[in-house]
């Protein structure tokens, strides 16, 4: 049996893959170390100057999210709040995501150029729950963490805390101020 295809049938197999359940959406995965990720987390390298460079290049902002295996939380925040379409669309559309192991043994060159383990450096940013977003900006000509989001928030404020980064409202006003600003008429 001989297959044709033509344009219509070409654009009605495509039409039924786009319109298929979870198409065109960002999948979860959960890797061979136990931990959940995102497909569109970035590949890093590990040097945080390199992909916070990157990142500003995207014209997007930094983030680490750190997370660690059998986390509950980090489950919740891959399976629910990245399965939400609005969520996971802004988060990826404006941020590039590195994700780290709390105890995890990858060596990781720092923005102050110095490698050592992800529990080492987890330990240095003194990250001690899972799952954290630390954001990283520039300030005085040096990148810093301009805010930190432990644990997870419910999902309106999770979301409103990437918009207050991105806005770089963390230079002007911190996040609950900014939050009641936000929902004043």
Avoid at 112 to 133: D, H, I, M
Wanted: proline content about 4%.
């Amino acid at each position: 049996m001989e297959l044709h295809l033509t344009r219509r049938s070409l654009a009605l197999a495509t039409s039924a893959l786009l319109l298929a359940p979870g198409a065109g959406r960002a999948a979860t995965l959960l890797g061979e170390d136990g931990l959940y990720v995102q497909d569109w987390y970035v590949e890093s390298f590990l040097d945080l100057s390199e992909d916070f460079a990157a990142a500003r290049a995207a014209g997007k902002g930094f983030a680490l999210q750190w997370s660690q295996r059998g986390c509950p939380l980090c489950k919740r925040l891959h399976t629910e709040y990245f399965a939400d379409p609005v969520i996971e669309s802004y988060v990826r559309d404006h941020f590039s995501v590195v994700h780290l192991d709390i105890f995890g043994s990858r060596e990781v060159t720092g923005f102050e150029s110095a490698a050592r383990s992800e529990k080492a450096l987890a330990g240095q940013y003194a990250v001690r729950a899972t799952p954290t977003f630390q954001f990283f900006g520039m300030r005085g000509g040096r990148v810093v963490e301009v805010a930190r989001l432990p644990g997870l928030l419910p999902k309106p404020e999770f979301l409103a805390m990437f918009k207050y980064v991105e806005a770089g409202a963390y230079d002007g006003t911190g996040f609950e101020a900014w939050m009641a600003a936000q929902k004043a008429p």
